[in-house]
Structure formats: structure tokens, C-alpha cells
Nanobody, 119 residues
Framework: QVQLVESGGGLVQAGGSLRLSCAAS?????TGWFRQRPGKEREFVAA????????YYADSVKGRFTISRGNAKNTVYLQMNSLKAEDTAVYYC???????????????WGQGTQVTVSS
């Protein structure tokens, strides 16, 4: 069984930065970040391959967010810069076997971490 634990969420002003972490137990998987904004369905943010060599971003965050994998491979980071009020959401990491934006391809999910961006 794979467990995922997110951390790094919090309150930040618009234009600021946060770095989220996703620590995984067990084997290394492709990892994705998703978010659920207030009153909205959960949506894809970014994904990275198990090796760290392949990444994929939603258009809404491209150029502002960077996904990366730590040297030990079992931690994935989401560096979020130039944050906007519309980035306010609960952010979830998920583990799966392919680098994709489709939720159905991810088998394991974390509990989520709240990110609030004040304008």
C-alpha cells in the first residue's frame, strides 16, 4: 500500500510563492498534483514521471508552477510562483503509472493541503 502525505500549504499574498511537498512511502510512481477550488470540481495541475525526466502541466499554471522530484525519488515538489487568488484550493498529490492529467489513472491519493492566496 502506498501512502502519500502532502505538506507546505498555507496562506500567502497574491504574487507570492509556496512550495508543496508530497512524500510517498513504498515504490516510486508517476506523481500528479491536482487541486479543488471552492465550488469547483477537482482539476489537474501538474505531473511528473517516476524518473523525473518527464513533466506535464495544465495551461493555467504553465510558466508559474514547477514540478520536480527529489534525489531520493520518493518526494515530489510543486513550486508555485506568482500566485493568484484563483489558485486558492486544496491541493492533492496522487500516484499512478503514467504521466497524465486524467484522475482515473491515479491509484493512490493524499489527504490534501490547503493553499489560500489573498488578493
Amino acid at each position: 500500500q502506498v501512502q502519500l502525505v502532502e505538506s507546505g500549504g498555507g496562506l500567502v499574498q497574491a504574487g507570492g510563492s509556496l512550495r508543496l511537498s508530497c512524500a510517498a512511502s513504498g515504490r516510486t510512481f508517476s506523481t500528479g498534483w491536482f487541486r479543488q477550488r471552492p465550488g469547483k470540481e477537482r482539476e489537474f495541475v501538474a505531473a511528473i514521471s517516476w524518473s523525473g525526466g518527464g513533466t506535464y502541466y495544465a495551461d493555467s499554471v504553465k510558466g508559474r508552477f514547477t514540478i520536480s522530484r527529489g534525489n531520493a525519488k520518493n518526494t515530489v515538489y510543486l513550486q508555485m510562483n506568482s500566485l493568484k487568488a484563483e489558485d486558492t484550493a486544496v491541493y492533492y498529490c496522487a500516484a499512478g503509472t503514467v504521466v497524465t492529467g486524467g484522475e482515473e489513472f491515479y491509484d493512490y491519493w493524499g489527504q490534501g493541503t490547503q493553499v489560500t492566496v489573498s488578493s
